[in-house]
């Protein structure tokens, strides 16, 4: 780790062999890539020294954009781990598979399978296998591979979602940002661009949640466009649309939806709640022009304000006249806890660490109106830590009075 008092000898250089085994990984990589440079964060930025600390944390946005390749520990739980995991036997589960909602390996000889065999035409008197499951798949065999679209079957979802390193609030930012990523998973690799994500075995799925196409051009949305249609009916107390095109989450990917993911990763320092996504503001806001207000956008504000607690899943079920659906409540999916020192604004996302979610919003009902807002930042960055907030809205009230 680079420290004030560590400097100089690393200036110096270093034994590749005194680094974690997870940096030893990363290098080798670098190496056989045949790439000459590598950035760790915390060998290139000095961790006790808070000027360069904040210096160095505000071009994020540029040290991931423009890298050729991030490499992603992802199954690995801290630098110690290496970036192979050693995989478990058994373990592996197909992509596709768990699109269908599948997550443990199939028994070959339960109740729901089929097995045969038959005669390779390429290897005679080797006879292959083939194993038939309820959730059957477009196949693929060493002798004519080919790739599977997810999207065309099963739900969309991000494989990476469950791996340890995708509890840290930091790394959002350092996959989104990243034009490229390999991640070395627990079960497989898998590389990400812009457009995909491909796994190891071979299948294709689209990158609809870490885009950052996605996010700008959903950002952009005229405000018009924003929300639910004036045919939708929304039930405001668990924020489900009954029917209607839902347009108020700006799209898959949109800042809604990364928000919702990013705040239910943990922070080991509280008070990084805003810095550690302050590369992606900075991205939007130099793209887009949009103002920045403590996670919060100037253009979407109405929208960006409407959000809540999401502590546990919200199943819905038919009631027992099978009339109509009530909400259940399901598995916890995190606690509500409030910071011991002042982080944002009450009205920011950022002032409290829990999993939220945002409700939508229909647009052609509303009546507030913002009349102002100003954010004072603790440092330069407006992108980062903020000391003071305030907002101003007019609302319109039963008798049609402000």
């Not at 952009?220 to 405001?236: D, N, T, V």
Request: hydrophobic residues 35%; contains cysteine; proline residues 5%.
């Amino acid at each position: 780790m680079a420290t004030e008092e560590s400097l100089e000898d690393l200036s110096k250089g270093v034994a590749i062999s005194f680094l974690p085994k997870t940096f030893q990984d990363a290098i080798n990589i670098t190496k056989c890539l045949g790439i000459k440079y590598l950035w760790i964060d915390c060998l290139c930025i000095i961790q006790d020294d808070a000027s360069d600390w904040e210096r160095e944390a505000s071009k994020m946005s540029q040290v991931y954009s423009n890298a050729y390749l991030t490499i992603s520990a992802s199954g690995s739980t801290d630098s110690y781990s290496g970036c192979f995991p050693k995989r478990a036997e058994q373990s592996y589960v197909s992509v596709p598979t768990r699109s269908l909602g599948y997550d443990t390996p199939r028994d070959l000889s339960g109740p729901h399978s089929f097995t045969m065999e038959y005669e390779r035409e390429t290897r005679p008197g080797q006879p292959g296998r083939l194993h038939l499951f309820e959730e059957w798949l477009p196949g693929s065999s060493s002798w004519a591979p080919q790739r599977t679209n997810i999207g065309s079957f099963g739900k969309h979802f991000d494989p990476i979602a469950n791996e340890p390193l995708s509890a840290r609030g930091w790394t959002l930012q350092e996959r989104l940002l990243s034009p490229r990523v390999v991640h070395y998973a627990t079960d497989q690799m898998y590389f990400e661009c812009e457009t995909h994500l491909v796994s190891e075995d071979g299948f294709e799925i689209p990158n609809e949640f870490f885009s950052m196409k996605n996010l700008l051009s959903s950002h952009r949305i005229a405000f018009k466009e924003h929300g639910l249609p004036k045919s939708a009916a929304i039930s405001y107390d668990i924020g489900q649309t009954a029917s209607g095109s839902l347009k108020s989450r700006r799209g898959k990917g949109g800042w809604l939806s990364i928000v919702e993911n990013y705040s239910r990763r943990r922070l080991t320092v509280s008070q990084d709640k805003l810095p550690a996504v302050a590369g992606v503001a900075r991205a939007v806001a130099e793209s887009t022009g949009d103002t920045y207000l403590a996670g919060l956008w100037g253009r979407h504000l109405l929208e960006d304000l409407y959000w809540r607690v999401y502590a546990y899943e919200e199943l819905f079920e038919k009631n027992k006249e099978g009339l109509g659906m009530v909400a259940v409540k399901g598995k916890a999916v995190g606690t509500a806890v409030r910071p011991a020192e002042y982080r944002a604004p009450s009205w920011s996302w950022a002032s409290i660490d829990a999993p939220i979610k945002y409700v939508p919003l229909a647009f052609s009902k509303i009546v507030a109106h913002v009349q102002g807002c100003k954010i004072l930042p603790a440092s330069i960055d407006v992108y980062g830590r903020v000391v003071e907030g305030r907002l101003d809205i007019m609302v319109r009230i039963g008798n049609g009075k402000h």
